[in-house]
């Protein structure tokens, strides 16, 4: 069965620390896809990121970045010099088997950011 | 580019009345279409996708349905309202092949009193 755990909740952290949010899934494909999604207070999910099971290049945008290690089916996000800006949940998604055309999400992790 | 509009925004509404919310994509053909349910505090919860029109696929047995008569137009609706409808619901659409991303609309904000 396929799965995604967002084991963290909840984070606080202060402005300007690095904050990482973990992502562990479950899959038996060999091909799938893992997004990352950004929930601000206002509501809409906004897409950040997308990678495929076959590119396990971290990746930098700017204060974000991700590292995906198959070995230990996770996909980690990390914020570098956090900002009140970046309060938010953030979701994990994993690509369901072919065919469905539908994600798994993971529960989500709210991240606050203090002044 | 690509837009999705959902309405309204919020919404307000008496138990057992009838349900209907709007979701439209604008430029793109023969998206696929989602809708999504989100309970106060709490993940995703896919309730209906589509394929292509008139194809409805229904994810959790409720007394919600959805319909799809346009291309890019996907419609939630329902007869009766129960308390446990209430949540914040959201639209999105992806290309149509697999393994795209899914692109939100702002989400709509049902209360049931």
């Known amino acids: 069965a396929q799965k995604v755990t967002q084991a963290q909740t909840e984070i606080s952290v202060v402005e300007k620390e690095d904050v990482t949010l973990d992502c562990v899934y479950e899959?038996?494909?060999?091909?799938?896809?893992l997004f990352w999604y950004k929930q601000p207070p206002s509501g809409e999910l906004v897409f950040l990121i997308r990678?495929?099971?076959?590119?396990?290049q971290n990746e930098i945008s700017g204060r974000y970045s991700w590292n995906f290690q198959k070995s230990t089916s996770s996909f980690n996000f990390t914020i570098t010099a956090s900002q009140v800006v970046d309060s938010a949940v953030y979701f994990c998604?994993?690509?369901?088997?072919?065919?469905?055309?539908?994600?798994?999400f993971g529960t989500g992790t709210r991240l606050k950011v203090l002044a | 580019s690509q837009t999705i509009h959902q309405w309204p925004a919020t919404l307000v509404q008496p138990v057992g009345s009838p349900l209907s919310l709007e979701c439209t994509v604008e430029?793109?053909?023969?998206?696929?279409l989602y809708w999504y349910r989100q309970a106060a505090g709490r993940g995703l919860q896919l309730l209906f996708y589509?394929?292509?029109?008139?194809?409805i696929s229904s994810e959790v047995p409720q007394n919600l349905s959805a319909s799809r008569p346009q291309d890019r137009q996907f419609i939630l609706s329902s007869k009766k309202l129960l308390l446990s409808d209430s949540g914040f619901y959201l639209c999105?659409?992806?290309?149509?092949?697999?393994?795209?991303?899914?692109?939100f609309g702002d989400g709509t904000r049902l209360s049931i009193l």
């Open positions: 999105a659409w992806s290309v149509l092949s697999e393994n795209q991303p899914q692109h």
């Open positions: 899959t038996r494909d060999t091909t799938y896809y």
């Open positions: 990678r495929n099971s076959f590119d396990e």
């Open positions: 589509s394929v292509g029109i008139g194809q």
């Open positions: 430029g793109t053909s023969n998206p696929n």
């Open positions: 998604a994993l690509s369901a088997p072919s065919g469905t055309y539908k994600y798994i």
